[in-house]
C-alpha cells in the first residue's frame, strides 16, 4: 500500500549524506515534490502514479547532486561555512583512514605480503633514484656550475672530428684579458708524486690550479684556508687523503715530504682540508696546489703555446655567451695553437659545460673529466620500474583474489547508501594507508641493506640525505601516490562494482575467469624470469672470465715498484739473491698497473698506441708468446737499431702483411718492429684490445723490478727484498704486488654486477611467489567442493594441489616461451656493452632458469597441501 | 523542441520576468513555464533551483520561507531592484538579437 509520507522519506534518505545539499534545501525540493504530487492528483492522477512522475521530471540522484554541487562552494561561503566544510573533509579521511587499519589489521596476511612486495619496491627504486639523480646531476652541486665551461681544442682527424680535453698554458691568461664575457680562468695541471709522512711512503697525485680555483668551484674547506693556491710550498687535502695520511690526527700545519714528477724533493704544509666530497662529484682532487707550485714536479716552460695543461675552465658572466665566446677563441687564438707544431693543427675551440663532461668525455681525448655510461642509468631505471610495476600486479592480484572475504562487507555498505564512489574512495584511501607503511619500511630497508650493499658492489658513497634534498621528498611522496592509485585503481573499481543484492542472494561467484588477473601474473613471470636469467648469465659470463687466458702469467708474478733509482738499486740486487726467483725484468712501466698512451706516424698515418716501457726480458718475464721476430733481447740491443715489439692489434692496425723490420716513427724517433706478441689483456674484460708496444727505455727510467717466482716462493720472496729494503731504507716499505691480484680485483668487479641482478631476480622471484601464494590460496577456498569430492575419491593432496594450480603452471611455461627471447637479445646487447670479452650465449641459462622458477612455483604451491590435509570433505559437503 | 543550450540560455530571464509578476515559489515558476512553453523547450527542473540560488547569491532575487499547510515550509522568491536590472539588461539584449534575426531571416520567423 503507497504511502507518500514514507515515499518522501525514502527518496529524502537518498539525498541526506550529500554535502552539495545546504541548509534547507531537502525541504525545498521536497515541498517542490509535494507540490507536483497535489497538482497531479488534482487532475486525476493516482497519488503513486504521481509520485513516479514527479520523481522522475526532478531528475535523478546523480544529476540533481551533480546540479547542486555546481553551486555548494559558493553556498558553503555565503553560509560562512568553509572552516565547517575543512573539518568534516579531515573527519572523513580520518574515518578512511581508520577503516582502511581496521581492514590491513583483518587481512593480516595478505597486507603483510603486500606490503613487504611494496617496501623491497620501494627501497629499490629509493636507491636507483639516488643513483639517477647523483649521474644525471654530476658537477651540478657547485654554486657556479652554469656558467663553468671547459675549453675544448678540436682537430680533423683521417675518421672524424677529435675533441681534446687538453689546452695550451698561455690561453688562460689571454682568455681573461681579452674577452670580457669571461668573468675568471682557472688553468688545472696535474702530476703523480710521492708523498711521506711518518712510515707512510705512498704515491698520490696532484692537482696544480689557479687561485681563482676557490672562487669558481664550490669545495667548501673542513678546516684551515685556500692559502696553498698561492702558496707554492703548501697543500690542500682531500678530507679523505687528510684521514688515510693523519688518521684522527690535525693534518693542518703537518709537513709532507713530496717528490713530484721529475722534481726534487720538496717539503710541504698542510694549510687546508676539504670537506667530503659529495657522491656527484667529477672534478675531484687529493692533493691540491697552487699553479706555480708545478715547477716543483720539474721544468716547464708555461709561455710556451706548445707546452699544455690538462684543463683550462672558463666561468662566463652569462651562461647564453658560449658561442659568442667559442667565436671569438676560434678567431683570436687558432693560428697561434697551430703555429709551433705543424703536425698538430686544430680548427677551433669548444666549450663544454661542467654538468655535462662527464656524459661527452667518451668522445674526448686527454680529458680530466670520468666517463660516465648511461648503460646503468638506464638499467637500474628499467630494473626500478619493473619491480614496482610487479609489486603493483602483486598487490591487484592479492587483492581481487581476497575479494571474495569482502562480499558481505560491500554489500552492506552499499545497502545502507554507501555509494560507489565512496568504496572507490575507501578501497584507495586502504591502498594509498598500506603504501605510506610500505614506504617507512621500504626507507628503513634502503637505508640499512640496500643502500650498504649497493655502496659497496658500485664503490660510491651515497646517503639518503632526507633533510638535505626537498626533491627526494617530492620524489618519495609522488611514489606513495602514484603507486598506491595505480596499483589500487583498478581493484578497487572491480571490487566496488559487486551488487549488494546479488552478494546477499549467495549468487555472486568471483569467476575462474579472471583474464586481467592471469595476465598480470604472467608479466610477473616474465619480469622473475628475465632478471633471473640476466643473474644467471652473468654469473656464468663471470665464470667464463676466471677460465679465460689473460695472454700472460698472471700467477707466480711479483713486481716491486721503486720510488727512485736507489731503491730500485737496491730491491733488484736483492732480488738477484733472493730465493725462488726464476728471472727477473726492470720496466719503466709495469702491465696491469700502468702503462703511457701514445700517437705514432705509420706510413703517413697517425695511430694511438700503448706503450709499455721495458727492458729486455719483460716480455719473457711474464711468458707473453711471440707470433712473429724476436724478443727484445740482447741481440736486439747490441744491434744499435731502436726497436720495438707490437701486439697482433697494433699489426692489424698499421695494415701490415709481413710485420717484421718494419718501422714506426715516435717522438720524432724511428723505430723497427723485432717481434710481434701475441695479443694479451693488459688490462681488463671490459676494454678492447688496443694496439700495444714495448719499447727499451734508459735503466734511469725503470720504476719496476718484476720477478718470475717458483711456486710457494711468493711470501719468502717478498719478504726477503722487504728485509733487505729496510736495512738500507729504515723508513721504508717494500711496496709490490702479485700480478694476478689485478686479474681478483676484475674478477670481484664483475662478480659485483651479477650480484645486483641475482639481488634483483630474488626480489623479483620472492613477489612473484607472494602472489603465487595468495592466488594459490584463493584457488583451493574457490574449488573447495571439488576438493572435497576428489578427496572422498581417493585423491591424495599434493596431486589434488597440482591439478587446482594447474593453470598457474601453464602461466608459468607461456611467460618462459614468451620471454625468452626477449631475454636472450638483451642480455646479448648488455654483454656487449659492458665487456669487449664475454662468453656466447646459449639455451643453457634460460633453462635453468625455467627450472629455477618452476621448482619454487612448486614449492609454494606445495603450501596449500597442508591446508588440502585439513580440509575435512565432511564438513566441505555439509557447508556447500 | 529547441535545442538544450539554448533552452538553458533563457531559463535566467524568463525566471525574472516571471517573478516580475510577483512573488512565486519553486513549483508555482515550473507550472507557468510549461505553460509558456508549452513543452516546445525542454525544461530542468533540478536546474531551477540551483539557479534560483545562484541568482540570489547575485543579489537579483530574495527568498522568503512561508509555512504550508502540509509538510515543511515553502520557500518564495521575489526579484530585487538589482534584478530587475538585469533583467532590462537581457531585455534589451534578446531585443538587439531579434533585429538581427528579423533583418536576416524576414518578419516570419522572427521572435514576436
Request: proline content about 3%.
Amino acid at each position: 500500500m503507497f504511502n507518500l509520507e514514507t515515499a518522501l522519506s525514502t527518496w529524502r534518505h537518498q539525498y541526506k549524506y550529500s554535502r552539495s545539499f545546504k541548509g534547507r534545501d531537502l525541504d525545498e525540493l521536497e515541498q517542490h515534490l509535494r507540490d507536483q504530487v497535489s497538482f497531479l492528483v488534482s487532475g486525476g492522477a493516482e497519488e503513486e502514479e504521481a509520485f513516479r512522475t514527479a520523481v522522475e521530471e526532478l531528475g535523478a540522484y546523480h544529476e540533481t547532486e551533480t546540479d547542486y554541487r555546481s553551486v555548494a562552494w559558493m553556498k558553503t561561503r555565503d553560509r560562512k561555512e568553509v572552516m565547517r566544510e575543512i573539518s568534516f573533509f579531515l573527519t572523513m579521511m580520518a574515518n578512511y583512514l581508520r577503516v582502511a587499519f581496521r581492514n590491513l589489521k583483518k587481512n593480516k596476511v595478505s597486507s603483510a605480503i603486500n606490503i613487504l612486495g611494496l617496501s623491497v619496491s620501494i627501497a629499490v627504486a629509493l636507491v636507483t633514484y639516488l643513483f639517477v639523480s647523483t649521474v644525471m646531476n654530476q658537477d651540478a652541486f657547485h654554486e657556479n656550475s652554469d656558467e663553468i665551461f671547459l675549453v675544448h681544442q678540436v682537430t680533423q682527424e683521417e675518421d672524424g672530428v677529435m675533441w681534446w680535453g687538453n689546452t695550451p698554458m698561455p690561453l688562460g691568461k689571454e682568455i681573461v684579458q681579452s674577452i670580457p664575457a669571461a668573468e675568471r680562468v682557472v688553468r688545472l695541471a696535474q702530476s703523480t708524486g710521492n708523498v711521506s709522512y711518518g712510515d707512510a711512503d705512498i704515491r698520490a697525485s696532484f692537482r696544480f690550479v689557479d687561485p681563482e680555483f676557490m672562487d669558481m668551484f664550490t669545495f667548501p674547506l673542513e678546516a684551515g684556508t685556500y692559502s696553498a693556491l698561492t702558496n707554492p710550498d703548501q697543500v690542500i687535502l682531500s678530507y679523505s687523503n687528510a684521514e688515510r695520511f693523519f688518521g684522527m690526527e690535525d693534518p693542518l700545519g703537518k709537513v709532507l715530504r713530496v717528490r713530484i714528477g721529475d722534481g726534487d724533493p720538496a717539503e710541504l704544509t698542510v694549510t687546508g682540508v676539504t670537506k667530503e666530497f659529495p657522491a656527484a662529484a667529477d672534478i675531484q682532487f687529493s692533493i691540491l696546489m697552487g699553479y706555480d707550485a708545478l715547477r716543483l714536479a720539474g721544468e716547464i716552460d708555461s709561455e710556451n703555446w706548445a707546452t699544455f695543461t690538462a684543463a683550462t675552465f672558463v666561468q662566463l658572466r652569462n651562461a647564453a655567451d658560449e658561442a659568442l665566446v667559442e667565436s671569438q677563441l676560434n678567431e683570436a687564438y687558432i693560428d697561434r695553437v697551430n703555429a709551433p707544431d705543424l703536425d698538430w693543427q686544430v680548427t677551433g675551440f669548444e666549450l663544454d659545460n661542467l654538468q655535462n663532461l662527464t656524459h661527452n668525455s667518451q668522445n674526448v681525448s686527454r680529458t680530466i673529466s670520468g666517463s660516465i655510461s648511461m648503460a646503468p642509468v638506464f638499467v637500474l631505471s628499467l630494473i626500478s620500474g619493473l619491480l614496482l610495476l610487479l609489486s603493483c600486479f602483486n598487490y591487484m592480484n592479492i587483492t581481487i583474489a581476497t575479494a571474495s572475504r569482502r562480499l558481505k562487507e560491500i554489500g552492506v555498505r552499499k545497502a545502507v547508501g554507501g555509494s560507489r564512489k565512496q568504496l572507490v574512495f575507501q578501497f584507495l584511501a586502504e591502498n594509498v594507508e598500506l603504501c605510506a607503511m610500505s614506504l617507512v619500511l621500504g626507507l628503513w630497508m634502503a637505508w640499512q641493506f640496500i643502500l650498504p650493499g649497493f655502496n659497496a658492489i658500485a664503490d660510491v658513497n651515497f646517503e639518503i640525505g632526507l633533510l638535505e634534498s626537498w626533491e627526494i621528498w617530492v620524489f618519495l611522496i609522488a611514489l606513495v601516490f602514484v603507486t598506491g592509485l595505480a596499483s589500487g585503481a583498478y581493484p578497487a573499481l572491480y571490487v566496488s562494482g559487486f551488487r549488494p543484492t546479488i552478494i546477499f542472494q549467495g549468487r555472486e561467484r568471483l569467476g575462474r575467469r579472471r583474464p586481467l588477473t592471469h595476465g598480470f601474473l604472467t608479466f610477473q613471470f616474465m619480469l622473475a624470469f628475465m632478471t633471473l636469467a640476466s643473474g644467471i648469465v652473468l654469473t656464468l659470463n663471470g665464470r667464463y672470465h676466471t677460465n679465460r687466458d689473460w695472454g700472460y702469467e698472471g700467477e707466480h708474478i711479483l713486481f716491486f715498484e721503486a720510488f727512485n733509482p736507489a731503491e730500485l738499486n737496491v730491491i733488484h740486487t736483492s732480488a738477484l739473491q733472493a730465493p725462488g726467483v726464476l728471472d727477473i725484468s726492470l720496466s719503466r712501466d709495469a702491465v696491469g698497473y700502468n702503462d703511457q698512451d701514445v700517437d705514432l706516424i705509420i706510413d703517413g698515418k697517425e695511430i694511438e698506441a700503448i706503450e709499455f716501457g721495458v727492458s729486455k726480458g719483460y716480455a719473457s718475464v711474464l711468458g707473453i708468446e711471440l707470433s712473429a721476430g724476436t724478443l727484445l733481447d740482447d741481440e736486439t740491443v747490441r744491434s744499435g737499431t731502436e726497436s720495438i715489439l707490437v701486439n697482433e692489434t697494433f699489426v692489424a692496425e698499421a695494415g701490415w702483411e709481413d710485420p717484421v723490420g718494419q718501422f714506426v716513427n715516435l717522438d720524432s724517433t724511428s723505430y723497427a718492429v723485432a717481434g710481434v706478441m701475441k695479443d694479451f689483456h693488459y688490462n681488463d674484460f671490459f676494454s678492447i684490445i688496443q694496439p700495444v708496444l714495448f719499447k727499451l727505455t734508459p735503466e734511469t727510467d725503470n720504476r719496476f723490478v718484476t720477478l718470475r717466482l717458483q711456486e710457494g716462493a711468493g711470501v719468502a720472496t717478498s719478504g726477503f727484498i722487504d728485509e733487505q729494503l729496510t736495512a738500507v731504507f729504515p723508513d721504508k716499505q717494500a711496496r709490490f704486488f702479485f700480478q694476478d691480484a689485478g686479474f681478483q680485483a676484475f674478477y670481484e668487479e664483475s662478480m659485483g654486477i651479477s650480484s645486483i641482478f641475482i639481488f634483483v631476480a630474488t626480489i623479483a622471484l620472492m613477489i612473484s611467489c607472494l602472489s603465487i601464494y595468495a592466488l594459490s590460496s584463493q584457488n583451493v577456498v574457490n574449488r573447495l567442493k571439488e576438493i572435497g569430492v576428489r578427496k572422498v575419491l581417493g585423491g591424495s593432496s599434493s596431486s589434488i594441489a597440482r591439478l587446482v594450480n594447474r593453470k598457474l603452471l601453464i602461466i608459468l611455461t607461456l611467460a618462459a616461451v614468451l620471454s625468452s627471447p626477449l631475454a636472450f637479445i638483451g642480455l646479448d646487447a648488455l654483454l656487449d656493452d659492458i665487456y669487449a670479452y664475454r662468453m656466447p650465449l646459449n639455451a643453457l641459462p634460460f633453462i635453468i632458469t625455467y627450472l629455477v622458477i618452476l621448482g619454487t612455483t612448486l614449492l609454494t604451491i606445495s603450501t596449500q597441501v597442508r591446508s588440502i590435509n585439513r580440509a575435512r570433505p565432511a564438513d566441505i559437503m555439509r557447508s556447500e | 523542441m529547441v535545442s538544450k543550450s539554448l533552452a538553458s540560455a533563457t531559463m535566467k530571464p524568463l525566471v525574472l520576468s516571471m517573478l516580475k509578476d510577483g512573488p512565486k515559489y519553486g513549483f508555482q515558476l515550473v507550472y507557468r513555464a510549461r505553460q509558456l512553453y508549452e513543452g516546445q523547450i525542454p525544461w530542468s527542473n533540478s536546474k531551477l533551483y540551483p539557479l534560483l540560488h545562484k541568482m540570489e547569491h547575485d543579489g537579483w532575487v530574495e527568498s522568503y520561507w512561508k509555512s504550508s499547510d502540509s509538510g515543511p515550509d515553502r520557500k518564495y522568491y521575489r526579484i530585487t531592484a538589482e534584478g530587475e536590472k538585469a533583467l532590462a539588461k537581457v531585455q534589451s539584449e534578446w531585443q538587439m538579437v531579434n533585429a538581427i534575426w528579423r533583418d536576416l531571416w524576414g518578419p516570419e520567423v522572427a521572435i514576436g
